[in-house]
C-alpha cells in the first residue's frame, strides 16, 4: 500500500470503499481509466456493508417509479449473474410476509401490486395452510401471506471484498488508511487532502457512506444531512446498533433492567462483557425509564 502523495493526478478518486465505491471503481477501472478508490479505515468493506441485513433484495416493496425501484431490481440481476460468475456465497431462501391480522391480510393485494409495478411478477397470495407448510414453526395465528421466492441472502463481506479485489486488479490504486479531511477544488482537477498525503483528481466521486454529507459539504455544498441513529453501533463486540437497543426498549415486553436488555439484543455480551458499552447502554435504559415515569 503506498501513500496518497507518492501518486500523480488520476482520473477518478473514488471515496469511500464500501460495496458502492468498490462496484463503481471495479466497472471504471475496465474502461482504461486511471483509478483511485480511497478508503478512511484500514480495509474495504468495514463499514455498513458488512453489517448489514444481508438480503439480497427484488426490489418488489420498492416505491414504484423511484429511482430506487429502479437501481434496487437492476442491482438485484446484475449482483446475482456477479455472484454465479466470482462465487460470493448466497442462498435463494425466498421470503414470506405473514399476515397476522385482517388489515394486514387485506394489504396483501396492494403488495403484490405494487410489486409487479416493480417488475417482480413472481409473488403469490397462499393461505393460512400454505404458510405453515413452509413455515411449520412458525407460531399460531397467521391469516395468510405473501410468498416472494426471489428473495436472497448475501455474503455481505465476500461481495464487497470481490469488487475490490477486481477493482485492484483491473488497476484501481486502493489506499486504505487515507481518510479526506479537506479539499481544494481547480479549474481541470481537485486536490484531495488526506491523513496521508494529497492526491490529485479530475474527477471525484462520493461514495463514503455515512460520511457522504461530510465529504459534499467539503466540496462547498449542504445538500443533504445523514443521521445514522439507527444503524450506529453501540456494542462493537457483538455489532448491536442504537436502533436496535430502542426497539428493544420500546417492545411489547420492554426489558425491566439491563440482563433483560443483554438477553434481548445481545448487548454488552461479547468479549468485552460491557466494559466499552455499558455506560451508553445503561444511559438509553435509564433515559427510558425516566421517559416512561413521566
Ligand atoms: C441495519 C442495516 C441493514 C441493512 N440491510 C440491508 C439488506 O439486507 N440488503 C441491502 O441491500 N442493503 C441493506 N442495508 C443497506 C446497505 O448496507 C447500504 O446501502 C450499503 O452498505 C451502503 O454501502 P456504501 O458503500 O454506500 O457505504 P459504506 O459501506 O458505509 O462505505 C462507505 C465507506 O466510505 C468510507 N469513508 C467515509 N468517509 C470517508 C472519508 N472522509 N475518507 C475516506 N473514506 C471515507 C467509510 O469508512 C466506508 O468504508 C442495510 C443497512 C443497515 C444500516
Not at 105 to 121: D, I, R
Not at 220 to 241: I, M, N
Not at 246 to 264: E, M, V
Request: one cysteine or more; hydrophobic letters at 35%; proline letters at 4%.
Amino acid at each position: 500500500m503506498t501513500s496518497a502523495h507518492d501518486k500523480g493526478i488520476v482520473d477518478v478518486a473514488v471515496i469511500g470503499a464500501g460495496v458502492v465505491g468498490s462496484a463503481i471503481a471495479r466497472l471504471l477501472s475496465g474502461h482504461q481509466l486511471d483509478v483511485a478508490l480511497i478508503e478512511s479505515r484500514c480495509d474495504v468493506g468495514d463499514g455498513t456493508s458488512k453489517a448489514n441485513t444481508a438480503i439480497l433484495h427484488t426490489g418488489f416493496d420498492a416505491k414504484p417509479e423511484t429511482l430506487e425501484s429502479r437501481l434496487v431490481a437492476r442491482g438485484y440481476h446484475l449482483l446475482k449473474a456477479y455472484a454465479d460468475e466470482t462465487g460470493i456465497p448466497y442462498e435463494p431462501t425466498g421470503a414470506l410476509l405473514v399476515a397476522w391480522d385482517d388489515e394486514q391480510l387485506a394489504a396483501l393485494p396492494g403488495l403484490q401490486e405494487k410489486a409487479e409495478q416493480n417488475g417482480y411478477a413472481g409473488t403469490e397470495i397462499v393461505g393460512p395452510d400454505e404458510v405453515y407448510r413452509q413455515v411449520p414453526t412458525l407460531g399460531p395465528g397467521a391469516l395468510g401471506g405473501l410468498t416472494v421466492p426471489g428473495e436472497s441472502i448475501i455474503c455481505t463481506w465476500t461481495t464487497n471484498l470481490a469488487l475490490a479485489t477486481d477493482a485492484v486488479r483491473r488497476g484501481t490504486r486502493l489506499l486504505r488508511s487515507h481518510r479526506v479531511e479537506s479539499v481544494t477544488v481547480g479549474a481541470d482537477e481537485t486536490v484531495l487532502h488526506t491523513n496521508r498525503g494529497d492526491l490529485r483528481a479530475r474527477w471525484v466521486i462520493n461514495a463514503a457512506g455515512l460520511g457522504s454529507d461530510v465529504i459534499d459539504e467539503l466540496f462547498g455544498h449542504d445538500r443533504f444531512h445523514l443521521h445514522p441513529a439507527y444503524g450506529k453501533v453501540v456494542c462493537f463486540c457483538e455489532r448491536v446498533t442504537e436502533g436496535e437497543v430502542r426497539d428493544a426498549l420500546n417492545s411489547t415486553i420492554p426489558p425491566c433492567d439491563l440482563d433483560g436488555l443483554r438477553r434481548r439484543t445481545r448487548a454488552m455480551n461479547g468479549r468485552c462483557q460491557g466494559f466499552y458499552c455499558g455506560a451508553n447502554v445503561t444511559g438509553m435504559l435509564q433515559d427510558t425509564e425516566t421517559e416512561a415515569r413521566r
